[in-house]
């Protein structure tokens, strides 16, 4: 698996947790925790951005 497939399947998965089908399961976290959470999930995505701009050539 690339890092970017890594990068952004971690991703993926921490939203689907945050958000699921159903109630957000952090629920009980309390606000500094959720904060952490969507922090590591920027992070998250300006890696895969970066990651994406580094495999996928731009076109001319």
């Not at 959470?37 to 920027?42: E, M, N, P, R």
């Not at 995505?45 to 701009?53: S, Y």
């Given at each position: 698996m690339?890092?970017?497939?890594?990068?952004?399947?971690?991703?993926?998965?921490?939203?689907?947790?945050?958000?699921?089908?159903?109630?957000?399961?952090?629920?009980?976290?309390?606000?500094?925790?959720?904060?952490n959470?969507?922090?590591?999930?920027?992070e998250?995505?300006?890696?895969?951005?970066?990651?994406?701009?580094?495999?996928?050539?731009?076109?001319?």
């Open positions: 690339t890092l970017l497939e890594e990068k952004s399947t971690q991703l993926y998965s921490l939203l689907c947790y945050c958000h699921g089908n159903g109630p957000p399961q952090q629920e009980d976290a309390g606000p500094e925790h959720r904060g959470v969507f922090w590591l999930a920027s998250l995505a300006r890696d895969v951005m970066n990651l994406i701009q580094v495999c996928i050539p731009r076109e001319r």
